[in-house]
């Protein structure tokens, strides 16, 4: 009587399959990882291209174009108008921006959202300027912008030198003359 001979090895590949498994679940992991941190990296280019285009090109269409639907509707044309004049009317900048600030993601590897801070540093003064950036259907939009300065001090005035008043003294009050009787 003959055996095949596939039934007398029943683990026969086994070790392969498993090898096989491990290398693709270590091919997901590396993708994930990788998203992730591509994702992070991108997220930081997109804060910094909307400080840069806002603080030195003063650029509002930019901002238009990059915003949320829900941003759109909390920060009226007007708003952002407002903000890009007030960003001109500080002058040029006498300082690199420096931006700082971190990436959360909702769940481990899905769903970027950063919270970014810039610095922006001019002759006279500085501002902040805080923004929260998110991964839209197939683009990075802003969330949340908000401008934060402290006015330049404006200079005391000297004394200017005037004349005092003199002090004039008060007058009496006025007594009615009595006509003299004869003469």
């Not at 400080?51 to 509002?60: G, H, I, R």
């Not at 005037?162 to 006509?179: D, I, N, V």
Request: aromatic content about 10%.
């Amino acid at each position: 009587m003959k055996f095949s001979r596939n039934s007398h090895c029943k683990g026969e590949g086994g070790f392969g399959i498993w090898i096989i498994l491990l290398a693709l679940l270590a091919g997901g992991l590396w993708f994930l990882y990788s998203s992730r941190a591509e994702a992070e990296r991108k997220a930081r280019e997109f804060a910094e291209q909307v400080v840069q285009t806002l603080a030195v090109k003063y650029d509002v269409r930019f901002l238009n174009n990059h915003m949320s639907p829900q941003a759109q509707v909390n920060y009226i044309p007007s708003w952002r108008d407002r903000m890009v004049g007030f960003l001109k009317g500080f002058g040029p900048m006498s300082k690199p921006i420096a931006t700082k600030g971190n990436v959360t993601f909702n769940s481990v590897f899905f769903d970027p959202r950063g919270t970014f801070q810039s610095e922006l540093t001019y002759p006279t003064m500085t501002a902040k300027l805080n923004l929260t950036v998110s991964r839209g259907m197939n683009a990075w939009q802003v969330e949340e912008i908000e401008l934060v300065w402290n006015p330049p001090p404006s200079p005391t005035p000297a004394p200017a030198a005037q004349a005092t008043p003199s002090p004039t003294p008060t007058p009496e009050p006025k007594q009615e003359r009595r006509k003299r009787k004869g003469g």
